[in-house]
């Protein structure tokens, strides 16, 4: 018999890529789903199975962190082996503005997780994985940061991710619960959302390219990330729940970029050259030059006329409503720790995960371009 895992936050990117890879170790996937007025599976439409299927290795539920009557009806109904806990309003910007949600799903959700576990007589079966951040660094307090290093929130979500972990690691201490938190530095994927950085700049970067939008607004281009591909961070996921007790581990590529530095690396994916003038909210982009072939190689030769005429104009600029009241401006992660303990070491570097988002947008752009004009009457007579 293969492991039952349950993840909560299971139609976001992680949610997807962390399934993809249970199922592909022999795993039943259980999973929860809050109920929207549109479909939002996605991600995860491809794993899924309907309900006369036998053996079904995806089952999803309905469900919300903030209901704790539902998450412990799951957890009873899964009797899971694994939980991980990815479930949350993972926007640093929109917990500005819905600070008590955040508190409510991200934090006490996490308390609901745990205790349902340990209402029900679980403590000695099921492991739980909390999906902890980086984001409790925030004002960083040590260059770079490890498992020791003291947190300094700086948002509502960091806020109510702090209270995730420390009661992660009381409920470990209090109850002897496999219980472990992942301090996972950013990661991205063409399947990230599209308002966090960089899939906003892959996708603009994408559309700007093939004459579908003027220019790309950003906040802060100056703060730095240590950005990873979440496929490399799911594998970290599933490691620290097969360790002989439960841990805190940050896993992150111990590189740190800033987002002036990425949009540079996504227009010469397309071999565009875009150069940056001017400070603070006067700073601009402007297309400096063009690869031709390369461009003709990423975008395709029907775009480059039309491309060549905007060298000079502005591509980049700023836009003060993505300033954040606190922002955090450095982050880089030190995986020693993982990579020793675990074993985890990741696939991808940035150029290579930029290069994936990049060639997923540009086909993605193309083909939405492509529907948009009609092209979806073409398929239906295809079809
Ligand atoms: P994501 O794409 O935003 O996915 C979040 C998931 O949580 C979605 O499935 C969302 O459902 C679900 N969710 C939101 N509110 C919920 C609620 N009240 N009850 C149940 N589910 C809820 O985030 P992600 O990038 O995959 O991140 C996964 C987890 O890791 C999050 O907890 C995030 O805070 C944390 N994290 C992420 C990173 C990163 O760089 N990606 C780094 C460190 C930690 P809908 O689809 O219905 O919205
Ligand atoms: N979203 C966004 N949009 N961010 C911008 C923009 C913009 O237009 N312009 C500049 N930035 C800056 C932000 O101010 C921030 O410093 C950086 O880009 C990264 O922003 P996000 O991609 O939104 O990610 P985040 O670092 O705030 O949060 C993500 O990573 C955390 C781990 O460190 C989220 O995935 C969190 O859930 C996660 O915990």
Known sequence: MGKVALITGITGQDGAYL?????????????????????????????????EV????????????????????????????????????????????????????????????????RLLGLTEK??????????????VQEVPQRETTPFYPRSPYACAKLYGYW???????????????GILFNHESPLRGETFVTRKITRA????????QNA?????????????HAKDYVRAMHAILQQPAGDDYVIATGITTTVRDFVTMSFIYMGIEVEFKGEGVDEIGVIKSINEDKFIEAVGAEY????????????????????????????IGDPTKSKTVLGWEPEYDLAALCEDMMKSDIYLMKKDAYLHKGGYKILKNLE
Do not use: C
């Open 304 to 331: 480059l006329d039309a491309f060549k005429a905007r060298i000079g104009q502005t591509i980049v600029a700023v836009d003060e409503r993505y300033f954040r009241p606190t922002e955090v401006e450095l982050l």
């Open 19 to 51: 399934a993809e890879y249970l199922i592909g170790l022999g795993y039943t996937v259980h999973g929860i789903k809050r109920r929207v007025s549109l479909f939002n599976t996605e991600r995860i439409d491809h794993l899924y199975d309907g309900p």
């Open 167 to 181: 009661i992660t690691v009381n409920y470990r201490e209090a109850y002897n619960m496999h219980a472990s938190n």
């Open 54 to 117: 036998k053996d079904r290795k995806l089952v999803l539920h309905y469900g919300d962190l903030t209901d704790s009557m539902n998450i412990t009806r799951i957890i009873q109904e899964v009797q899971p082996d694994e939980i991980y806990n990815l479930g949350a309003m993972s926007h640093v910007k929109v917990s500005f503005e819905s600070p008590e949600y955040a508190a409510d799903a991200d934090g006490i959700g996490t308390l609901r997780v745990l205790e349902a576990v």
């Open 216 to 228: 790309l607004y950003l906040g802060n281009m100056s703060a730095k990330r240590d950005w990873g």
């Open 205 to 212: 970067a994408s559309k700007i390219a093939l004459g579908q």
């Open 126 to 139: 099921t492991r739980i994985y909390q999906a902890s951040t980086s984001e409790l660094y925030g004002l």
